[in-house]
């Protein structure tokens, strides 16, 4: 079989014996592989200590037609994930990502576009740039390029768009359902039946509905807001993934300390 070359970034590995490792790579050209790099976990091997997870690789490998494990033959470290100046928040961010590549790609599923993301969003988590926000276009990037993204501009029933500006200074919710494709008129709330209808605030549904449209715009100051607008993209993944992502936790919980720690509470200490 011949070798094939690509770039590649490691999102999951396991110890297979002594010497070896199974890797879960997301790779430029073919999507999502699992491969075996025989050696790998030798003190002297030909992959350039380039497997850690994050890393960014020129990876060249045999591709198997069965259900067989790719062989890697070599790999050269392009970049290691290093997240400097963001700390733990650009950590966990970034193992949140290679969970959602995990679990929400499908293998040999090729998406250059989709890794091209993931490779910018994996620098801006090492910069500490709009974690949160990069936090929620990525998952609602990944669904838009795998063709599964909720609606959010038009009513997913009869396809006319969303009145935002109107709702908004009506202060009237609009309705939302996962499980029938994303949201829904008040027209269409009155005559048709949908599952799991949720009603979400215009505004959080507007913001969504604008990112793609370059840089992502920056969260909104109101903590519910913001909330809502997290809660929609959870919705989403743990829809897509049948569960809630492990690493989710442990991101939150790093992001919540960081704004802490940058917003201390200043207290009058008082004496009797």
Known sequence: ???????????????????????????????????????????????????DLLTRIS?????????????????????????????????????????????MTEEGDAMPELYDRAAAALARFEEGKQ???????FPWELMTLSGERPSTGECVACGNPIPFEREIRRSRRIGFSMPDGGAV????????GFRQLAAVDPRALRWLDRLGEGAPPALPEEAPLRREIQSLTDWMIDAKC???????????????????????????????
Request: hydrophobic share 35%; glycine share 6%.
């Open 59 to 103: 990876v060249s490998l045999i591709r198997k037609n069965s259900d067989a494990l790719d062989l890697l033959t070599e790999a050269k470290l392009i970049h290691r994930f290093r997240p400097g100046s963001a700390g733990i928040p650009g950590l966990y961010a970034g193992y949140y990502l290679a969970e959602l590549l995990f679990v």
């Open 1 to 51: 079989m011949p070798i094939e070359h690509t770039e590649a970034i490691v999102i999951r590995t396991v110890d297979f014996s002594e010497t070896s490792l199974v890797l879960t790579l997301f790779t430029r050209d073919f999507g999502k592989v699992r491969g075996i790099a025989k050696g790998a976990r030798q003190l002297k091997n030909s992959f350039d200590s380039s497997l």
């Open 242 to 272: 049948g569960r809630v992502p492990k690493t989710r936790s442990q991101v939150r919980q790093a992001l919540a300390e960081q704004a802490q720690n940058q917003n201390p509470r200043h207290e009058e200490n008082q004496t009797d």
């Open 185 to 192: 008129c008040a027209d269409c709330q009155k005559t048709r």
């Open 131 to 137: 974690v949160e926000e990069q936090l929620i276009l």
